[in-house]
């Protein structure tokens, strides 16, 4: 019987992952089954837009896409296609070879947050938090986000009769809990039209105002301010900008608690698959980037990692998005749940390989007293 002759495109993407434990046809739950021969010419020319784009066709499937990139960083995969030079003129010979129209599922022009507030219902706890959640003591991503909620509050050492700013409150989960928890009054601010419209229901009744506002246009003074899953979102020239927009509306003796995803390196552009359909613009800032932007304006008062947690986060939010699929399938289509099952499941794998991080940091402007650390 004649063996297949391997194309050349396949041949250099089974080299690239000789050493990270993944075999291309395997029979491990992480080892991907190709369903169409044009995977590989496509990976090779877009890389990691190539390979989000394959998947959402179908051209290819794994069964568990969270330890497939587990697996192949681990295995230093970035760092074997950042050494080999000579796979740029291979990726941009098949690129010419490879002159396919533009992929544009439905729906991913519209903003993140604003893709309907069914889906994140779907997904989400019943506070609709959608950051990372604390498992120190839970068992159930409900408390764990529960649990996240209040060592903020704790860490920003708040007390009744405080006013906080909250920049990019989702749904208003944490302007809740502070208010009904801690009674301080909370001004909640994003650019998302639908989050808004939610989150002024679940906070009806509370010292809770929530704006449709830049963050950039706020200018007047709080208590407390804090930032929860926003900072990844403004983009590497904005690191400063940010900072500095924090540090105005901090009155003096105030705390910023800033919790955002982390890298293990500076970079100035995102993946160019979760740049065109997840997050666009975004950058996860390194701890040289936040160090730089809040040089000369706070001062450090404890850096926390909780990165392993988000794992355990994204493999919740995806259970309950498989379960709540039935009732979003007409809205959102079958291309849709493939995007989402792979933004949710790639990232999984991310955090659990310990490429990023999440950190929760919290800055101080000129506060005359040493500051407690909280776990």
Request: aromatic letters at 12%; hydrophobic letters at 35%.
């Amino acid at each position: 019987m004649k063996t297949k002759t391997k194309s050349r495109a396949q041949a250099e993407i089974e080299n690239l992952l000789e050493h990270t434990n993944v075999r291309i046809g395997g029979d491990r739950p992480w080892d991907p089954e190709i369903h169409d021969e044009r995977f590989f010419e496509r990976v090779l020319a877009h890389g990691t837009l190539g390979l989000g784009e394959s998947y959402m066709q179908g051209w290819w499937d794994c069964e568990s896409i969270d330890e497939f990139f587990c697996q192949c960083l681990r295995g230093g995969l970035q760092e074997k296609v950042d050494r080999k030079p000579m796979l740029i003129l291979s990726a941009i010979e098949a690129r010419l070879r490879n002159r396919q129209s533009k992929f544009e599922p439905m729906g991913t022009v519209r903003a993140h947050y604003d893709l309907g507030n069914d889906l994140y219902v779907g997904m989400l706890d019943g506070n609709m938090v959608y950051t990372c959640a604390y498992w120190k003591d839970a068992h159930n991503l409900e408390q764990a986000q529960l649990d996240k909620l209040d060592l903020v509050c704790r860490k920003l050492e708040l007390e009744k009769g405080m006013r906080m700013l909250d920049i990019g409150c989702g749904w208003g989960s944490l302007c809740r809990f502070a208010a009904e928890n801690y009674g301080v009054e909370m001004v909640g601010i994003t650019i998302a039209g639908e989050q808004a419209r939610l989150a002024r229901d679940m906070c009806k009744g509370l010292k809770v105002e929530i704006r449709v506002q830049d963050y950039r246009e706020v200018d007047e003074e709080f208590d407390r301010v804090v930032s929860l899953g926003m900072f990844e979102h403004v983009g590497v020239r904005h690191f400063r900008p940010y900072m500095k927009m924090a540090h105005r509306c901090l009155k003096d003796g105030g705390l910023f608690l800033l919790h955002t995803m982390g890298g293990n390196k500076s970079y100035t552009e995102t993946n160019d698959w979760i740049d065109k359909y997840i997050f666009p613009d975004s950058i996860i800032p390194s701890i040289a980037q936040i160090g730089e932007a809040v040089e000369n304006l706070f001062v450090m008062e404890d850096w926390h990692n909780i990165s392993t947690d988000y794992d355990l986060t994204l493999l919740s939010w995806h259970a309950n998005f498989q379960r709540a699929w039935p009732q979003l399938r007409d809205q959102y289509g079958e291309t849709f749940k493939r995007m989402w099952d792979y933004y949710l499941l790639s990232f999984a794998g991310l955090f659990r390989a310990r490429q990023n991080q999440v950190w929760q940091i919290v800055l101080s402007k000129n506060r005359p007293s040493q500051y407690r650390s909280v776990r």
